[in-house]
């Protein structure tokens, strides 16, 4: 726990699954923070209003739920109008919601290149647009946190869409991390490995491509939700201070280049 976060606003996208939902979770229960807790469509509804429901048990709002579509300017400011409506002000934004789809690339359709990057790119840069605006407007010291993933670095053939989104946030992270750290406001981003989320749940449901993954990761298992909700909390807290412009991987190991693990090469 991270005290100086009590009491401050999150907002986190595509907050009612996965790693979204874990990073929401960890902010309201472990951190005293409020938060927007972002879906998208409405079969996921039900996971982010249970979660907030929880949280706002005693009476007091620390957790509201909010539909927008993260790729669409009006989304994110949706978001941003619902932080600054319930809680006053917005302190942490963590660019969370992302998609993914395998297509050899001489196959992926223009509609689903386009999709993968309004989500995963564009959205990051609209939800990072609108806190900054609000952070250069009060003089806001604010945090974002960007999901990116391991493949910002390394290469996932038929994944062409998906590692030019997630190579895109990286560069754009940086630069914005650079562009602003005079006010001190700091850019970070997650870059996970395989983590077992409903990303993922499908393939993972397979022992053998379960088994396939496991294999490329040095530290020999999957991650959990919980230990990228730690280092969201660790970015978004004073502790990373002086911490901006950087990913943080957080992989077991899988951007080491396994395959020279024996020291063949
Ligand atoms: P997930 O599918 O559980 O979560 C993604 C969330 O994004 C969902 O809640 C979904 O509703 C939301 N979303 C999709 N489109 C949206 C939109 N237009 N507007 C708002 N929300 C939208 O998957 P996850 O594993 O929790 O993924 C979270 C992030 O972490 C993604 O950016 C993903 O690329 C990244 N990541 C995940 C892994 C992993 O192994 N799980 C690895 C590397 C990177």
Redesign the pocket.
């Known amino acids: 726990m991270y005290p100086d976060l009590t009491g401050k606003t999150a907002v986190v996208?595509?907050?009612?699954?996965?790693?979204?939902?874990g990073i929401a979770q960890r902010f309201l229960q472990q951190e005293g923070m409020n938060v927007v807790v972002?879906?998208?469509?409405e079969k996921?509804r039900g996971a982010a209003q249970e979660l907030a429901d929880a949280c706002n048990a005693n009476g007091r709002t620390m957790a509201v739920v909010v539909q927008?579509?993260?790729?669409q300017e009006e989304?994110a400011q949706k978001l941003l109008d619902a932080a600054l409506d319930t809680f006053g002000t917005v302190d942490v934004w963590v660019n969370?919601?992302?998609?993914?789809s395998r297509y050899p690339t001489h196959e992926l359709p223009l509609e689903e290149w386009e999709k993968v990057l309004a989500?995963?790119l564009t959205?990051v840069f609209l939800g990072s647009k609108a806190a900054l605006a609000r952070f250069v407007d009060t003089g806001t010291k604010g945090v974002i946190v960007n999901?990116?993933?391991?493949?910002e670095k390394v290469p996932w053939p038929t994944f062409a869409h998906?590692t030019a989104s997630?190579g895109g946030v990286k560069l754009f992270s940086e630069t914005i991390a650079l562009e602003y750290a005079h006010l001190g406001i700091r850019v970070n981003c997650i870059?996970?490995?395989?983590?077992?989320?409903?990303?993922?749940a499908a393939k993972f449901a397979d022992p053998k491509a379960l088994a396939q993954t496991v294999k490329l990761v040095p530290m020999g298992t999957i991650g959990t939700v919980e230990q990228i909700a730690a280092a969201a909390a660790w970015l978004a807290s004073d502790q990373s201070g002086y911490v901006t412009g950087q990913s943080l991987f957080v992989d077991g190991g899988m951007s080491l280049y396994p395959s020279f693990e024996r020291g063949d090469g």
């Open positions: 996208t595509g907050a009612s699954s996965g790693l979204g939902h972002n879906y998208h469509s996921h927008a579509d993260i790729s989304g969370n919601a992302g998609i993914e989500v995963n959205g999901l990116s993933s391991v493949h998906y997630k870059a996970p490995g395989a983590i077992e989320t409903p990303i993922n």
